[in-house]
């Protein structure tokens, strides 16, 4: 069996997710020192909705329930928390459900076999599968193999599996554990979100950058991380202030 703790391949899906016959092991790797930065917990940014949440997610360690799952609508932070509770336990395997369409069934069941030996399973996208029949039992195989051994699974979906069109024998094992619900940030809180990310890094945004981003981005918080992250790159030696003109510098570089 290929190791799979040695693999060298971005968990960033957009290399991977139009091939096919794609070795599986790629969608089953412990994160990279570069998300390592970018998705750890302390740099999740819960606001006043999600501090319960993130506070469950620092909680689940090898001594709590088998599962954990993670709800929440696009672009409020399911993946971020998936991958900082990866990063917290330090050895594990994250599986982008949604990157498994070009898989065969034999390359899938080959990747939850090998999954399987990691103390912690994190599977993104769990209700967004292709082929979800097949997956569901997969993922099912997966629970009990992880339990027979002392392993831990935790999961991020659109809506908690009692609501998820999946099968009961799947459901009733994730909602053993712990589910949790992530609540997407408004305007208000992304504004001060974005002001807490650029005050991390010792910068500040004028009230014309911060309102372009927050009009025209429908970033997620580990978005505007990435992009703090740009433009404190581009920033002139000596300044740290954040004006209309990098930031659309910035972003039209982004978009050439």
């Given at each position: 069996?290929?190791?799979?703790?040695?693999?060298?391949?971005?968990?960033?899906?957009?290399?991977?997710?139009?091939?096919?016959?794609?070795?599986?092991?790629?969608?089953?790797?412990?994160?990279?020192?570069?998300?390592?930065?970018?998705?750890?917990?302390?740099?999740?940014?819960?606001g006043?909705?999600?501090?319960?949440?993130?506070?469950?997610?620092?909680?689940?360690?090898?001594?709590?329930?088998?599962?954990?799952?993670?709800?929440?609508?696009?672009?409020?932070?399911?993946?971020?928390l998936?991958?900082?509770?990866?990063?917290?336990?330090?050895?594990?395997?994250?599986?982008?459900?949604?990157?498994?369409?070009?898989?065969?069934?034999?390359?899938?069941?080959?990747?939850?076999?090998?999954?399987?030996?990691?103390?912690?399973?994190?599977?993104?996208?769990?209700?967004?599968?292709?082929?979800?029949?097949?997956?569901?039992?997969?993922?099912?195989?997966?629970?009990n193999?992880?339990?027979?051994?002392?392993?831990?699974?935790a999961?991020?979906?659109?809506?908690?599996?009692?609501?998820?069109?999946?099968?009961?024998?799947?459901?009733?094992?994730?909602?053993?554990?712990m589910?949790?619900?992530?609540?997407?940030?408004?305007?208000?809180?992304?504004?001060?979100?974005?002001?807490?990310?650029?005050?991390?890094?010792?910068?500040?945004?004028?009230?014309?950058?911060?309102?372009?981003?927050?009009?025209?981005?429908?970033?997620?918080?580990?978005?505007?991380?990435?992009?703090?992250?740009?433009?404190?790159?581009?920033?002139?030696?000596g300044?740290?202030?954040?004006?209309?003109?990098?930031?659309?510098?910035?972003?039209?570089?982004?978009?050439?």
């Open positions: 069996m290929p190791d799979i703790s040695n693999f060298n391949t971005s968990l960033k899906g957009g290399a991977v997710a139009g091939k096919r016959n794609i070795p599986s092991t790629q969608l089953a790797m412990p994160l990279l020192l570069p998300e390592e930065k970018l998705y750890a917990l302390d740099r999740f940014y819960a006043v909705g999600n501090s319960a949440a993130l506070a469950a997610a620092r909680s689940f360690t090898g001594n709590s329930s088998a599962a954990f799952v993670i709800v929440g609508q696009r672009q409020s932070g399911k993946t971020h998936l991958k900082g509770i990866l990063l917290n336990w330090k050895k594990g395997a994250f599986i982008d459900a949604a990157l498994l369409a070009g898989f065969t069934e034999q390359d899938t069941a080959r990747l939850f076999r090998e999954a399987a030996s990691f103390p912690l399973v994190c599977i993104d996208n769990l209700d967004t599968m292709p082929d979800p029949e097949n997956l569901h039992e997969e993922v099912f195989n997966l629970f193999a992880l339990s027979s051994t002392g392993g831990h699974i999961v991020a979906m659109k809506v908690s599996p009692a609501k998820a069109d999946m099968p009961d024998y799947l459901s009733s094992r994730l909602l053993t554990g589910v949790v619900t992530l609540k997407r940030p408004g305007d208000e809180e992304r504004a001060v979100i974005l002001r807490k990310i650029a005050q991390d890094r010792s910068m500040s945004l004028t009230p014309r950058a911060l309102g372009y981003i927050l009009e025209r981005s429908g970033r997620s918080v580990g978005d505007l991380l990435a992009l703090a992250d740009r433009l404190e790159k581009n920033l002139v030696p300044s740290k202030r954040i004006g209309l003109q990098l930031l659309k510098r910035v972003l039209d570089s982004e978009a050439s």
